[in-house]
């Protein structure tokens, strides 16, 4: 429903010059609204409140990156505004929960999830990221460094796992067919990232809103602070496997290369 109710709306936008950055900062008053909700989960017409305003905030969030590249305007900047507006978003939301706990636990719980939160979904954008580039037989680019001491800081946070995955996509930048390996790699690497897809923030926004019609918003932060860190853990390490298996299978010589090398009548004058 999100991405294609995105889509529906993309011409809308682009025929009135509505750019991505505007429509992130709207991503973020919708956000805010959604949050003013959940402040007062407690009566469930507010839950529900929270959840159609957290969806549009998705259709937005979505929303802003399609303009982008449809008009070409990606930047730094604008992918930092994103990040911010889509942490932002979430951070409003477990504060507004916190406060109508009104207890340190609560509060602990709160703060907790939220750093996890947040190292979860860099982490996850980063895979998917990868993904979707090594598919087209892409390697990594080495990104152009920021002079805004912020974006830089951000794209430090979200490319710590590029360090580990680079020797897959040094692989890629040298292989003779890079489509074939591309290829291989999209079969293997499918399971992983399909798995990873349970740390959207679609699975978030409507795992907030079953705790808060559960009557207790605790169990979303604990269900991200357990649960969703097991599977980034073993989406990261499966990820990798992957990679570490393609990387090994073309480093072993093919059985066709062995015998032309183990055998002396191979290419030599038997007469």
């Known amino acids: 429903m999100i991405h294609p109710t995105g889509r529906r709306l993309l011409p809308w936008f682009l025929e009135r010059g509505i750019s991505a950055n505007a429509v992130s900062i709207g991503g973020l008053f919708l956000g805010i609204l959604a949050a003013a909700a959940y402040a007062n989960w407690q009566m469930w017409p507010f839950a529900f409140l929270g959840l159609f305003l957290s969806v549009c905030w998705l259709i937005a969030d979505g929303l802003d990156g399609m303009i982008a590249r ?5 930047s730094p900047l604008g992918r930092f505004l994103d990040g911010v507006c889509d942490h932002g978003v979430f951070i409003l939301i477990y504060v507004a929960m916190a406060t109508s706990i009104g207890t340190r636990e609560g509060w602990a719980l709160a703060v907790s999830a939220g750093v996890i939160h947040a190292l979860q979904s860099n982490f996850f954008e980063s895979e998917r990221a990868r993904y979707h580039r090594r598919c087209k037989g892409i390697a990594a680019p080495v990104p152009a460094p920021s002079s805004n001491p912020l974006v830089r800081f951000y794209d430090s946070v979200s490319g710590i796992v590029d360090t580990l995955s680079r020797p897959f996509d040094d692989m890629l930048r040298r292989a003779s067919d890079p489509l074939q390996l591309a290829d291989e790699y999209g079969t293997q690497a ?8 349970l740390m959207s923030a679609n699975v978030r926004v409507y795992a907030i809103f079953v705790a808060c019609l559960a009557g207790n918003p605790r169990i979303f932060w604990w269900f991200e602070l357990v649960p969703m860190t097991a599977i980034l853990i073993a989406c990261l390490a499966w990820h990798r496997l992957v990679e570490l298996r393609l990387i090994r299978s073309r480093a072993r010589p093919s059985p066709e290369l062995s015998l032309n090398q183990d055998s002396p009548l191979i290419g030599q004058d038997k007469r």
């Open 70 to 74: 449809a008009t070409n305007t990606a």
């Open 190 to 197: 499918a399971r992983p990232l399909r798995l990873m897809s």
